[in-house]
């Protein structure tokens, strides 16, 4: 009964206010569902790319090779994957969904977030997101990575546990800085909570974020799980940046 009410009550909402693309506006079937139009744009991340953090090659490369920057600073993590390229297609997606309540898409991101870590769910044990400090999530409401972790729990069973890292300190806003200010800027800025030190030890912990940049963020919260006993640190995004030198 309370499905159908349910049901019935979606019905006419979809009636008062037909469901939109999160891209391009245009009316769709369902919540969440992508434009035909605005789907072509996407471009999703397919091998070859490099084994550790992910960046693709543009040419055929040797199983487990790694990319220059890996090979000269190795990450703490052990693998990052993303299902987007982060681009003119997909950047509207990614900030609405970051900055203009548009949280229903997370729905349409997990078919594409489950592709792209299918090979690396069967050895992870927790789903962690990469935390906000409080005073940014007061100002935006929500941590767009704790929604999207959230959902890939409930979709792959995997338990996320959304406050397992913190920020000790407001880091600076990161959009214009090049990777070395980056690394800087959240070198210590996060601990483990106190709470799950014990339940954390010898566990493998998928990190989770909307956005992969120069990496900077996901491999300080990556050495913060291990210095509190994690074994391994794979990262999950959304997106990722694949333009060389992007800030
Ligand atoms: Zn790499």
Known sequence: MQTILKETASQLINLVLP????????????????????????SFINEPFCNSCGFPF????????????????????ENARAALKYDDGSRAL????????????????????????QNIFQHTDILMPVPLHYTRLISRR??????????????????????????????????????????????KAFAV??????????KAVMLIDDVYTTGA????CAKTLKKAGVNEVYVLTLARAVKEGFG
């Open 19 to 42: 469901p939109r693309c999160v891209i391009s506006g245009e009316v769709v079937d369902k919540q969440g569902m992508i434009s035909a139009s605005a789907w072509r744009e996407l």
């Open 58 to 77: 543009e040419f055929e490369v040797e199983d487990g090779a790694l990319c220059a920057s890996c090979l000269d600073y190795p990450p703490h993590f």
């Open 193 to 202: 909570n106190k709470r799950y030190k014990n339940s954390l030890k010898g």
């Open 94 to 117: 990614i900030l609405g969904f970051k900055h203009a309540d548009k949280t229903y898409a997370v729905k349409s991101f997990m078919p594409w977030m489950n592709r792209a870590a």
């Open 142 to 187: 929500y941590n767009q990575a704790a929604l999207i972790s959230s959902a890939l729990a409930k979709e792959t069973g995997i338990p996320t546990i959304n406050d397992g890292l913190k920020r000790t300190r407001a880091t600076v806003s990161q959009g214009y800085m090049d990777a070395k200010g980056r690394y800087k800027n959240v070198k």
């Open 217 to 220: 963020t996901v491999n300080e």
